[in-house]
Nanobody
Framework: QVQVVESGGGLVQPGGSLRLSCAAS????????MGWYRQPPGKERELVAT???????NTGDSVKGRFTISRDNAKNTVYLQMNNLKPEDTAIYYC??????????????WGQGTLVTVSS
């Protein structure tokens, strides 16, 4: 069994910064493009950023230049550094881990979500 646990959300003023963390644990052989998605109030879930084990990234246009994703493969953990936050960044942020288990099964695991609120 594999689970992911997110942390780091909260309330921040416009222009501020937050750092999200997501740690995967369990019977993991490898994790492919681990990353973050978000769902703003009343809108659909959208890509924020993903990162492969080789460090290559894919970042959503709305956060390019402000958000940076990084990864610690040894800890099966991904981080999202969010700078210059804007009110439109307010959303529930979800971590996604596409996993290959030690038995060779491949599946995706989602975290429970962490709320980021940007408001003065």
């Amino acid at each position: 069994q594999v689970q992911v646990v997110e942390s780091g959300g909260g309330l921040v003023q416009p222009g501020g910064s937050l750092r999200l963390s997501c740690a995967a644990s369990g019977s993991i052989r490898s994790i492919l493009a681990m990353g973050w998605y978000r769902q703003p109030p009343g809108k659909e879930r959208e890509l924020v950023a993903t990162i492969r084990s080789d460090g290559s990234t894919n970042t959503g246009d709305s956060v390019k230049g402000r958000f940076t994703i990084s990864r610690d493969n040894a800890k099966n953990t991904v981080y999202l550094q969010m700078n210059n936050l804007k009110p439109e960044d307010t959303a529930i942020y979800y971590c996604r881990a596409p996993v290959i288990s030690v038995t060779g099964r491949d599946f995706e695991v989602w975290g429970q979500g962490t709320l980021v609120t940007v408001s003065s």
